[in-house]
Nanobody, 122 residues
Framework: VQLQASGGGLVQAGDSLRLSCAAS????????MGWLRQAPGKEREFVAD????????HYADSVKGRFSISRDDAKNTVYLQMNGLKPEDTAIYYC????????????????WGQGTLVTVSS
């Protein structure tokens, strides 16, 4: 599975961005998907995930109510809508997929995209 993340950029606090992650596999609809991020000098952390069926999502406390994850299986793409961005959201954002199809939560990620940089200025 190859993943390609896009949509990052430089924005001001309070702005919105939508990240996209396109997957190469024709079995995309069978994979749970996640977004994680890594800020400068910090470890990578979980942001959000969505089940393979799309009916279950989870969010980090730091982004609840501001970020929304969704998927479009017809386009083999998962999205992360980010509203009310804060400087502390500055990070490289990675999309990821678990090794197995039809994985149950919690997901163990095996496939990673290259990351897209989000910079939020104050």
């Amino acid at each position: 599975v190859q993943l390609q993340a896009s949509g990052g950029g430089l924005v001001q606090a309070g702005d919105s961005l939508r990240l996209s992650c396109a997957a190469s596999t024709r079995h995309f609809g069978s994979y749970a998907m996640g977004w994680l991020r890594q800020a400068p000098g910090k470890e990578r952390e979980f942001v959000a995930d969505i089940s393979w069926s799309g009916d279950s999502t989870h969010y980090a406390d730091s982004v609840k109510g501001r970020f929304s994850i969704s998927r479009d299986d017809a386009k083999n793409t998962v999205y992360l809508q980010m509203n009310g961005l804060k400087p502390e959201d500055t990070a490289i954002y990675y999309c990821a997929a678990p090794y197995r199809v039809y994985s149950d939560y919690p997901y163990e990620y095996a496939y990673w995209g290259q990351g897209t940089l989000v910079t939020v200025s104050s």
